[in-house]
Structures are given as structure tokens and as C-alpha cells.
């Protein structure tokens, strides 16, 4: 007696299956994100200025256009030293691995391959379980059985809570890019900031010197 369904009960199975899976693709969990709205000027207070360029540029290297080798080499320095900003790189790719994990929640979450192999080997003259003849009086008799088997389980996401799970893991992964992009601007407006301020003073120091002299030698005339 076979444990098979027939052919007619199977194709049902298969509808069945078909049907959940369509199901299950378009059902989520929970509302859909909505972003904020955020009231934004269309323009800059100074979009009037003809020095002001609306244009898109790429501003990635801001601090270049001083033109100042000792800037260049200290925020290169702040960038690989910088210890914040190392943090948010790690986080970086800590949200990218959640990412992965809760992508993979989509696939069979356990996985099992099993397998054995049996080998017996009978001496000459020992009698054949069964029918009372006796092994081969050379060599014996020799047998191999070998078992391999595969198991896996897997939760349809009947309810969207996987693909919700992976869509809040994309959103953590950019929130992550953001806050590093955000590290990245602050530290190196930091390092520009204080290096004009300390150039600034010197140059303030060495005006301070050149009225001192000024005023000497005035006060030698006088």
C-alpha cells in the first residue's frame, strides 16, 4: 500500500501550496513606512548672490581649494586615526551583517546532511543468517551499506514579519552610512576649523610683532 497521496490529490496539494505562497508575497505585517513631511526652503537666503552657485559639485574634498599641503596631511591623519570615526565604520559593517541575517531568514533557517556507511565482513565457515550455509571457506563474504540523507526546515513568511524584519535592517544600514557620512564631515570640519584658528593667530602674532618693532623704532625717532 503506497503513502502517497494520488495524482489528483497531489496536483490539489500543489494548488494549495501555489496559492499561500502568492498569498504570503503580498501580505505584511504592520503599516508601510511613511516618511515626515519636512517643511525645506525651495532656495538659500543668499540664492539672490551671484557668488552663490546653485549647481550640484562635488564637495567631497572641501578643504583642497585652500591649497595647503599641512590641511591635506592632517585631516588624511584625522581620518586614520580618528577614533570616533573608526566606531561608526564598525557599525557601518555590523549593519550590513544584521542585514545579511535577516535576509537569510527568507531561506530554509536548518539545514542537515547525514550520512553513514556500514561495512561487515563475515570469516570463512561462519553460517549465513537464515539459510544455514556456511561463507565461503576463502575470503568470507564481504558487505558495504551505505545511508546518505537530507533534511531541511523552512517557515513560510506568511505574514511579511521576515521581509519587515529585512526591510528595518536596510533602513538600520542606512542610518549607519548616514551617522558615518555625518562623523566624516564633522571631524574634518573640526580639523579645518582649528588649523585656520592657529594659523589665523600666527598670523595675528607675527602683526603684533611687526607693530612692536614699529613702535620702537618710533619711539627711538621720537
Known sequence: MSDFPPEGGRAHLFLVFVVLFL???CVKVGPNYARPETKVEPTWQEADDRRVQGAPTDCRSWWRCFNDP???R???LAYQENLPLKVAGVRVLEAWAQLGVATGQLYPQTQQLTGSVLREHESAGTPILGTGVASPRFGGLLYWQSQL???ASWEIDFWGKFRRAIESADASVQASIADYDNTLV???ANVANFYIAIRTLEKRLAIANENVKTQKESLQIA
Request: aromatic share 0%; no cysteine.
Open 70 to 72: 599641512t590641511l591635506d
Open 186 to 188: 564633522s571631524l574634518s
Open 23 to 25: 498569498i504570503s508575497s
Open 74 to 76: 592632517l585631516v588624511g
Open 149 to 151: 540523507g537530507i533534511t
